[in-house]
């Protein structure tokens, strides 16, 4: 299971290559309340995924075959981007839901681009049968300790910065972010896992006792969107007690829109999920207790500026 | 000529009110280069103009009249803000070419306002004529003491949050932030004001040696389109020693682009037009000289979640 000495590693290796992104402490969003936010949107390619793609190539030797991933988008982007910057090629594979930003994003970083009909699922389908037939690196988007490890520099981070809060809030697709804090925090914090209710492999997985298939839809879809948790994920966490709650479509829209408006914070629906509970009344701290939120992508679509 | 108290005093006087805004030093701007940057945009109501009509509203004492305010939108909507929050009522007039998105924040703010044909200057016509028939107390957007002195508060929190620069760029309208942080500095660090060549009421002024009017036009107009630079930022800008530089409509463009898309930072395009100096080429700093960007204004148009 990824610990911190991993992270330590893993942040020693990708600085210089990634964003140290900045935080603030909000009293807008809950009016009378400070709430911690970092704005990992801010990373090079609009999410923390830059820090596992770093990790993972800095760490292992890369086949002349280059790299592959299969991505709702985020991903791909990110592996684009390391892959350009340390000179590797990368072929990415994208479901359609990712969507004409995400899409124009990945071509700009430089990468080789296929867009599979179908869901995350099928993209990582037609990312195997490439690995196999030509031999690249495989770079997973969340079930894979170098890429844990990677997003785990982010917590590290964060509390490098002289994070406050007792309790910190982190959005859940395939559990690659939340397993790195989790093995970064090792219980000196609360965690709190949050998924749309459209989009909850982690909590499917700790109403089962097991990873399970689940079906996924929703607004934040092509980043929040896998169909099974990672196992890595799952394990940290039962063994670190995360508590795991559900938003709705439409809180995880009102957050967003009062991220713009309080802060001109433009993220992606998956970017304003964690916040969506504690605005929602899904997560409710304890009287004095303070909380962090993770705002972690920014790939909204469409482009702003288009 | 205000001074480094009034800084302070402006500081203490409007704590809480304001948002402390987050700092970043960007490597994907200039590559190779550390940029500094303070992301004043995330300020409540989307600009630094917050922190003027807080502490305007605060060291004076609000009639029963109320405020009135004439603005390009930024400064409208601070009022409009800063008066709700201490429960007064506004008035605010913008001309046409404020744009339905700071039209519909100063609405949001829970102001009344008035949209004016024409320029800036017509809207402070009509702040005038309002301020002398109802005895409400005008807030002007940039040239009165208490105005500077709040925006001033802006430069002292980013030095106090370890700014590393040698040389600050900021964009100037009608010279109120530039003339803070001038007054804030006393020549510590080097400061540069940024104008679109369209709109450049301090380059014309310190070429003429005296405040002069200018035709005012381009993307950025709404928000840096004074028809004549303030006399306290006149002053202070001679006796600082400010560099000003005039940067093309197409840069600043350009820069608001390359701040979206290497770091989902979504500016105005005044936002945008210090750091189209740097990018340009209309300030090119010396070998080892730190260079940091104020990001002054988020407002873009239209709203991108509408």
């Given at each position: 299971?990824?610990?911190?000495?991993?992270?330590?590693?893993?942040?020693?290796?990708?600085?210089?290559?990634v964003?140290?992104?900045?935080?603030?402490?909000?009293?807008?969003?809950?009016?009378?309340?400070?709430?911690?936010?970092?704005?990992?949107?801010?990373q090079h390619t609009?999410?923390?995924?830059a820090r596992?793609a770093?990790?993972?190539?800095?760490?292992?030797?890369?086949?002349?075959?280059?790299?592959?991933?299969?991505?709702?988008?985020?991903?791909?982007?990110a592996?684009?981007?390391?892959?350009?910057?340390?000179?590797?090629?990368?072929?990415?594979?994208?479901?359609?839901?990712?969507?004409?930003?995400?899409?124009?994003?990945?071509?700009?970083?430089?990468?080789?681009?296929?867009?599979?009909?179908?869901?995350?699922?099928?993209?990582?389908?037609?990312?195997?049968?490439?690995?196999?037939?030509?031999?690249?690196?495989?770079?997973?988007?969340?079930?894979?300790?170098?890429?844990?490890?990677?997003?785990?520099?982010?917590?590290?981070?964060?509390?490098?910065?002289?994070?406050?809060?007792?309790?910190?809030?982190?959005?859940?697709?395939?559990?690659?972010?939340?397993?790195?804090?989790?093995?970064?925090?090792?219980?000196?914090?609360?965690?709190?896992?949050?998924?749309?209710?459209?989009?909850?492999?982690?909590?499917?997985?700790?109403?089962?006792?097991?990873?399970?298939?689940?079906?996924?839809?929703?607004?934040?879809?092509?980043?929040?969107?896998?169909?099974?948790?990672?196992?890595?994920?799952?394990?940290?966490?039962?063994?670190?007690?995360?508590?795991?709650?559900?938003?709705?479509?439409?809180?995880?829209?009102?957050?967003?829109?009062?991220?713009?408006?309080?802060?001109?914070?433009?993220?992606?629906?998956?970017?304003?999920?964690?916040?969506?509970?504690?605005?929602?009344?899904?997560?409710?701290?304890?009287?004095?207790?303070?909380?962090?939120?993770?705002?972690?992508?920014?790939?909204?679509?469409?482009?702003?500026?288009?």
């Amino acid at each position: 299971m990824t610990n911190p000495a991993e992270i330590e590693a893993a942040a020693a290796r990708i600085q210089g290559h990634v964003q140290r992104t900045p935080v603030m402490t909000s009293t807008a969003l809950v009016p009378g309340t400070d709430v911690d936010l970092k704005l990992e949107h801010l990373q090079h390619t609009g999410s923390f995924k830059a820090r596992g793609a770093f990790n993972s190539l800095l760490s292992s030797q890369v086949p002349d075959a280059g790299l592959v991933a299969a991505s709702g988008g985020n991903h791909g982007a990110a592996v684009a981007f390391a892959a350009n910057a340390l000179g590797h090629k990368a072929q990415v594979y994208v479901p359609e839901m990712a969507g004409p930003a995400k899409i124009a994003l990945i071509e700009r970083c430089g990468a080789a681009l296929t867009v599979v009909p179908g869901e995350y699922v099928n993209a990582l389908e037609a990312a195997r049968d490439y690995e196999a037939r030509t031999g690249a690196q495989q770079i997973h988007a969340y079930d894979a300790p170098a890429t844990v490890a990677g997003q785990g520099t982010m917590m590290r981070e964060w509390e490098e910065q002289g994070l406050a809060a007792d309790t910190v809030l982190i959005a859940v697709g395939g559990g690659g972010l939340i397993a790195g804090a989790l093995a970064w925090l090792q219980g000196r914090r609360k965690v709190v896992a949050v998924e749309p209710e459209t989009s909850c492999a982690l909590h499917a997985a700790l109403r089962a006792g097991a990873p399970v298939d689940v079906s996924v839809s929703g607004v934040a879809a092509n980043a929040l969107g896998a169909r099974k948790i990672g196992q890595i994920c799952f394990d940290l966490a039962v063994s670190q007690e995360a508590a795991s709650v559900l938003v709705s479509d439409k809180a995880i829209l009102t957050a967003q829109t009062l991220l713009w408006q309080s802060h001109r914070l433009l993220v992606e629906p998956a970017g304003a999920t964690a916040l969506a509970a504690l605005l929602s009344g899904a997560y409710t701290p304890a009287p004095g207790e303070r909380v962090a939120v993770l705002l972690c992508g920014g790939n909204v679509a469409p482009d702003p500026l288009s």
